[in-house]
T-cell receptor, first 109, second 112 residues
Framework: EDQVTQSPEALRLQEGESSSLNCSYTVSGLRGLFWYRQDPGKGPEFLFTLYSAGEEKEKERLKATLTKKESFLHITAPKPEDSATYLCAVSGGYNKLIFGAGTRLAVHP | EAQVTQNPRYLITVTGKKLTVTCSQNMNHEYMSWYRQDPGLGLRQIYYSMNVEATDKGDVPEGYKVSRKEKRNFPLILESPSPNQTSLYFC???????????FGPGTRLLVL
């Protein structure tokens, strides 16, 4: 059964303190792994798509990497505005995404 | 502006009273879907549609209905809501394939 597990559930960082979020997955035939950001009361906002092991993508202070079993979202020198819930999802088939429960990130000044 | 809209954004209702949550997208996307989001469970797909008149069940379809008569609209229907359908609902759309999926702003539903 396709499954996505994100850790930690919650993470508190000081401004400038770099860290990583983990997304472990099991899927038969990975077609894509997706990272989203979700602010309270809003819909998820797309960040990255990764298609194959070894692929990396960057956007501002965020960098996503992918292996055959997991993906990491690295946050470098975070700012308070990076506070949000980060969601990971995988697609093993054409029709649907399987989402993890998310990691709630709080960055304090 | 490219967007997915949902209405209403907030809804309080009572058990058994039929309701419809509307979803509309202006990006000419073929694929649309409905999710519910519950604490600790993440986003779970309710129904999806590959195109007009083509819908199929997701992971948690019980108690819900959908229709896709026009490409831009994909309403979610709760024929007889129950308290366990209290949740945050999101509509999403994307072109065919694995392109970026765009989410609506969400509808927070409370069933008493």
């Amino acid at each position: 059964e396709d499954q996505v597990t994100q850790s930690p559930e919650a993470l508190r960082l000081q401004e400038g303190e770099s860290s990583s979020l983990n997304c472990s997955y099991t899927v038969s035939g990975l077609r894509g792994l997706f990272w989203y950001r979700q602010d309270p009361g809003k819909g998820p906002e797309f960040l990255f798509t990764l298609y194959s092991a070894g692929e990396e993508k960057e956007k501002e202070r965020l960098k996503a990497t992918l292996t055959k079993k997991e993906s990491f979202l690295h946050i470098t020198a975070p700012k308070p505005e990076d506070s949000a819930t980060y969601l990971c999802a995988v697609s093993g088939g054409y029709n649907k995404l399987i989402f993890g429960a998310g990691t709630r990130l709080a960055v304090h000044p | 502006e490219a967007q997915v809209t949902q209405n209403p954004r907030y809804l309080i209702t009572v058990t058994g009273k039929k309701l419809t949550v509307t979803c509309s997208q202006n990006m000419n996307h073929e694929y649309m879907s409905w999710y519910r989001q519950d604490p600790g469970l993440g986003l779970r797909q309710i129904y999806y549609s590959m195109n007009v008149e083509a819908t199929d069940k997701g992971d948690v379809p019980e108690g819900y209905k959908v229709s896709r008569k026009e490409k831009r609209n994909f309403p979610l229907i709760l024929e007889s809501p129950s308290p366990n359908q209290t949740s945050l609902y999101f509509c999403a759309s994307r072109p065919t394939g694995l392109e970026t999926q765009y989410f609506g702003p969400g509808t927070r539903l409370l069933v008493l």
